[in-house]
């Protein structure tokens, strides 16, 4: 579709303009943030409300699952959020780390940092931080996190190879991930995949759910468990955009599917990762 630079630019754009609108205005406008044309974000979202730590001026409704709620975050944990947006995963994972515990944001998009550091600030908390910065290349010092937690991010991501070996460098040894995102089993028309509204709205971008799993293992991780799964359904009011009646009627009757996943891994206590020259420490 396009190359690397390319697509970060179209998901920073489109999330730019995101930031600057609530949760009910990418609800309310039938396509998410660009009205008619692009997404709804609104497929993919799971309710927040009821998590302790919810703040509803950093939900904007952009995520795919509730990692936070499956991420065994204790007392006193440092928690580090891939793609933070404006915060809505950070706070409620520093609920669970509390007061004693450190929560990090790292997004791209300055907009998003600008309005989740605003939130941090109005409830008072001291020990949530966001830098700006990519998820291939992560501004953490290696061996930080205990815990690393994502939604629905990691499919816009272009290289997911150097995104999960970045998340196997900043946990420290025996910690581990819980990463909410959008996998595929069979192809996507053409169609799809060649749209960049569709990347930048977690479709096109997604890869093949046995792909993932296996990225996920190369990586290093051990005892790898999908934790959720649900199947997405993309109305016909959308795939218009993109694809004929016919093609939307054998996409419909293809064996094509595309869910919502929540993945857990282990870094082991030990790893040939941590050895000199190894290249991921």
């Known amino acids: 579709m396009n190359n690397a630079e390319e697509l970060k630019k179209i998901v920073r754009e489109k999330y730019s303009e ?10 309310a406008s039938c ?17 927040y409300t009821e998590l302790e730590g919810y703040n509803a001026d950093a939900d904007l409704g952009l995520g795919c699952g509730l990692p936070t709620e499956f991420a065994q975050i204790k007392k006193g944990d440092t928690v580090i959020d891939l793609g933070s947006g404006a915060g809505n995963d950070c706070f409620v994972a520093r609920a669970l780390a509390g007061e004693g515990g450190k929560v990090i944001g790292v997004d791209m998009t300055e907009a998003m940092i600008a309005k989740a550091r605003d939130n941090a600030e109005k409830l008072g908390f001291n020990n949530v931080e966001f830098r700006q910065g990519e998820i291939e290349d992560l501004p953490i010092a290696a061996n930080r996190a205990d815990v690393v937690v994502s939604n629905c991010v990691l499919n816009l991501v272009p290289d997911k190879q150097k995104a999960f070996a970045e998340t196997f460098r900043v946990l420290k040894p025996g910690g581990h991930f819980s990463i909410s995102d959008v996998v595929l089993v069979g192809e996507l028309p053409e169609g799809l995949v060649k749209a960049s509204e569709m990347y930048a709205g977690c479709v096109s971008g997604a890869i093949q759910k046995e792909d993932y799993m296996q990225i996920i293992r190369e990586a290093g991780f051990e005892n790898i468990t999908v934790q959720k799964e649900k199947a997405i359904q993309v109305p016909d009011e959308i795939l218009k955009d993109y694809l004929s009646e016919t093609e939307i009627k054998e996409f419909r009757n293809s064996n094509t599917g595309i869910f919502s996943i929540t993945v857990y891994g282990d870094k082991p206590l030990t790893s040939a990762c941590c050895e000199p020259g190894a290249g991921c420490c």
Do not use: L
Request: with cysteine; proline share 0%.
């Open 18 to 27: 995101i930031a600057n609108q609530s949760k009910d205005q990418n609800s």
């Open 31 to 47: 396509c998410g943030a660009t009205g008619c044309g692009t997404v709804d974000y609104a497929i993919f979202a799971d309710n």
